[in-house]
């Protein structure tokens, strides 16, 4: 969120407030400031779909407002009534006749000749695993599977280091052209794929994903995503082709170790 | 010309070592004359660095050493080794290597060639990263931090020792505005200076002496491609291109110019390389072939004419690195793309930069290829990974079935070893042994337009990696060995096989480092995918490199992009324009008149 636009929109609000101004100064100062918010307000741009669909939602519960009292209809009604009818206002009342079919009829224009757009695939990042999983030749329950060398950590700290150290081997044998160097999935050859590869330092992944999640995204890679994760589209190997089961378990270790990041545990997800 | 100081003599031979790997090269044998010239204009113009001559140099501090210790550890060891020695856990599959940095040499400099960097250019390096490579940029340090890691890199070579080996930095003046006309002038001192030689008349990496080039450490090292700024080592900028000639790149052939040509004479190169980029900042990279609609018949023999009203479209080109054959160093960086269709053809035209043209041996994207090889274009990196030829990764089936490919492959590798190629790659740089080898290349240049066999329903698309067992793809191939066109039908890279169809129309040429290649098919051709108007279709390349033993699926690749037949008639948004205007206002007109004579009722009433 972006503090600066928040409180310049409720500014802006109270010195309305405080100037005592009509009913349609309201409806107005609304439908910008909101507008204002979602589109500048938020760090991370919000689409403009999204944003239209704020401001639908805000114009019915404004109108809602407006018709829900009699006192309320009629701050609306005769000002706009007095636009339409009074001598005074027929210049302003003539451009403005002129002015919305104009805009309509260039709305039209640019919709039809600005390039078509290829069509977008919203591709589910984090699909659901399957229940069940076979690699190489083992399966692997994912209610129950969990990264057998993690134990080490407490149980036997110097093996673990030595775990991590494999991993470190095997990410950087095989990884960061794509994950990149410091996993922030920056790698070297990313410009040339869609979608870019997932960024490991991004709190939006390890962190909320078991190990055996992880473990399923290296094994089976984009050939064993479901559909709505675009496995025609995406990069990533199938590991399993390439690594051993206990290489795969290391560079998890690794990237958990490296990034700081902790794993979801499993019982996380019984409540 | 004053007396030289130990230490810049020391400087200077080390220069002198830079210059001898130079010039041990053919292309600079006839330049032997104005290299002396350079090294004496260099004696002229570089004295030993101010700040730091005569004094102890700036080491750092035993906690800033230890500290950067710490970073390399975690953050630079994995390529440049622990000992700094460029061999890493990453290094056998990059090219360029990482640098090894026990001898002093660093590649972006501010300073003179063949001298020590200055701090802030080792700084430059690790934050930016070197574009195009392995190296990435680390904005993650703080600048306590990269003082730190450049005192532990010093530690690494004894040159930083030295007092006297180092050399003040080359003023880097701002850059002048850039002129056409001095991109003109700079196409003539760049044809004067000799670039071409290494770079191609145009700039494209193709110079003669292109595929014998190798680096101080003996490794193979290709030319920068100078119409594609963006790839630039040292930074694509204007600044950056007049240091990088200024200064040179230790340790490559790549000499500096610094006080061997005017300052002008730089910019105006920096000027015509700006211009040979299309003057872009960035990487004109685009998502959509749009194919314009012609009229008439498309006639092949016009060959690029064809095309001259076709919008251009660059797309990256990166290694397949998915499944066996991984090609971490592929060859072409981009490819790009220009679409025309009539009423019943289609036609595609693609062009992409290669610095000779292989057009020997073998190709297709059906071949064989071992599960890892390294990519150094030298015999012997194969022995190694023999013991694990591809086969036996995807199973017993195909290994039986492409039992009869495997073997011929597994042989002809064994033969590479056996000798052949290995002392062209050695230490004699035998000029004629490389274009012997250029010519007779063992396999050839190629290339390929993917697209789904079937046009997609919804958002399903085969698996951009030769489509897969559901969704099959068909591949637009062109053999440049023989100059013919085949039709592939994939699913999935472990089968491919030739279609039955009738393949593609080709034309190909290749002209001052550049392939083009242009296809020619039906908008509807028997069970193949259908070209319709208006619509957007998925589409893929393939670039394979016979130089850099590119074959099957180790090859240069994109992912899906789209292909979009723009409408022959496009419809005119005069009427629909027309009409919602005069809609909206009759609208207007009726409320206000609505309002008006409910008013003037009310008004009677009262």
């Known amino acids: ?271 | 010309m004053r007396i030289l100081g130990s230490g810049q003599r020391s400087a200077l031979a080390s220069a002198a070592s830079a210059g001898k790997t130079l010039f041990r090269r053919t292309l600079f044998r006839k330049t032997l004359v104005g290299g002396v010239l350079l090294g004496g204009a260099f004696l002229a113009t570089t004295v030993p660095a101010s700040a730091q001559g005569g004094s102890v140099p700036d080491l750092g501090t035993e906690a800033q050493v230890a500290e950067g210790k710490v970073l390399y550890d975690k953050y630079c060891s994995q390529c440049h080794g622990d000992e700094g020695d460029g061999q890493g856990i990453a290094t056998p599959y990059l090219n360029p290597a990482p640098r090894d940095f026990t001898g002093g040499k660093y590649k972006i400099r501010s300073t003179p060639t063949g001298s020590l960097p200055t701090d802030e250019d080792i700084k430059r390096s690790i934050r930016i990263g070197l574009p195009y490579t392995a190296m990435p940029g680390f904005p993650i340090f703080s600048e306590d931090e990269l003082t730190s890691l450049v005192a532990y890199l010093k530690t690494f070579s004894e040159d930083f020792k030295d007092p006297e080996a180092y050399l003040d930095p080359i003023p880097l003046p701002d850059p002048p505005p850039y002129s056409p006309e001095a991109a003109e002038k700079g196409k003539l001192v760049y044809e004067q200076t000799g670039c071409g030689r290494c770079h191609g008349n145009l700039g494209r990496g193709d110079g003669l002496s292109a595929p014998t080039l190798v680096d101080d450490w003996g490794d193979y090292i290709r030319v920068a491609d100078l119409s594609q700024t963006w790839t630039f080592r040292g930074g694509g900028t204007r600044q950056d291109i007049f240091r990088t000639m200024s200064s040179g790149f230790n340790g490559t052939p790549m000499p500096g110019f610094h006080g061997a040509i005017p300052v002008e004479d730089i910019w105006a190169i920096v000027d015509y390389m700006t211009s040979l980029a299309g003057n872009v900042a960035e990487a004109p990279y685009g998502n959509v072939v749009t194919a314009v609609a012609v009229e008439g018949d498309l006639d092949l023999a016009q060959g690029a004419d064809l095309f001259v009203d076709a919008p251009e479209s660059m797309f990256p080109l990166v290694g397949q690195i998915i499944e066996p054959g991984r090609n971490f160093n592929p060859a072409a960086t981009s490819i790009s793309v220009r679409a025309i269709h009539s009423r019943e053809e289609i036609a595609f035209q693609v062009t992409w930069n290669d610095m000779a043209a292989e057009t020997t041996g073998l190709n297709g994207p059906e071949l064989a290829i071992p599960l890892w090889e390294e990519d150094q274009p030298e015999g012997a990196s194969v022995a190694d990974e023999e013991e694990e030829d591809g086969g036996g990764f995807w199973g017993d089936e195909e290994e039986a079935e492409e039992d009869s490919s495997e073997d011929f492959w597994g042989e002809e590798e064994a033969a590479d070893d056996a000798g052949g190629d290995d002392s062209f790659w050695g230490d004699d740089d035998d000029t004629a042994d490389a274009s012997a080898a250029s010519s007779t290349s063992e396999f050839s240049d190629a290339v390929a337009l993917q697209f789904p066999k079937t046009s997609p329903e919804g958002i399903r698309k085969p698996y951009f990696l030769f489509g897969d067992t559901e969704l099959p793809v068909e591949l637009w191939y062109a053999d440049l060995a023989d100059q013919r066109s085949k039709l592939y039908e994939a699913r999935g890279s472990v089968s491919v096989v030739e279609s039955e169809s009738k393949a593609p129309e080709m034309v190909a040429s290749y002209e001052e480092g550049q392939w083009s290649v242009i296809f020619k098919r039906k908008l509807r051709s028997g069970s193949s995918m259908t070209f319709e108007e208006g619509v957007f279709l998925p589409v893929a390349f393939s670039v394979w490199n016979g130089f850099n033993r590119e074959r099957g699926n180790k090859r240069a690749l994109t992912p899906w992009y789209n292909v979009y037949l723009k409408p022959r008639e496009a419809p005119s948004p005069v009427a629909p324009m027309v009409k919602a205007g005069l809609g909206v206002l009759a609208l207007e007109l009726l409320i206000i008149g609505w309002v008006r004579r409910k008013k003037k009722s009310e008004a009677a009433r009262a």
């Open chain 1, 1 to 271: 969120m972006k503090i600066g636009i928040i409180l310049l929109v409720v500014a802006a609000m109270a010195l309305l407030r405080w100037r005592k101004v009509g009913m349609l100064t309201w409806i107005a100062a609304w439908l910008l400031g909101i507008f204002v918010l979602i589109r500048f307000g938020f760090t991370t741009p919000v689409p403009m779909s999204v944003v239209k669909l704020y401001m639908g939602i805000l114009a019915s519960a404004l109108i809602a407002y407006i018709f829900s009292d009699a006192q309320r209809q009629e701050q609306v009604k005769s000002p706009l009534k007095a636009f339409l009818t009074e001598k005074k206002f027929a210049p302003l009342l003539g451009l403005v006749a002129i002015a919305i079919p104009t805009a309509v009829a260039a709305n039209i224009y640019f919709d039809m000749t600005s390039p078509a757009k290829p069509p977008a695939f919203g591709r589910t990042v984090h699909p659901a695993p399957p229940a069940q999983i076979n690699v190489l030749e083992t399966d692997f329950d994912m209610a129950t599977l969990d990264n057998p060398y993690r134990h080490l950590e407490t149980d036997d700290p110097a093996a673990f280091q030595e775990r991590v150290a494999n991993g470190r081997v095997v990410y950087y044998k095989n990884c960061f052209y794509c994950h990149g160097d410091l996993m922030a999935g920056d790698g070297m050859f990313i410009h040339g794929l869609n979608p870019i590869p997932t960024n490991f330092q991004d709190q939006g992944t390890l962190p909320i994903l078991q190990e055996s999640f992880v473990f399923w995204r290296i094994a089976k890679g984009a050939p064993g995503l479901p559909e709505e994760g675009g496995p025609w589209d995406s990069a990533m190997p199938a590991w399993e082709n390439f690594l051993t089961e206990d290489e795969m378990w290391d560079v998890i270790l690794f990237l958990y170790d490296f990034t700081g990041a902790r794993p979801r545990a499993l019982h996380d997800l019984e409540h």
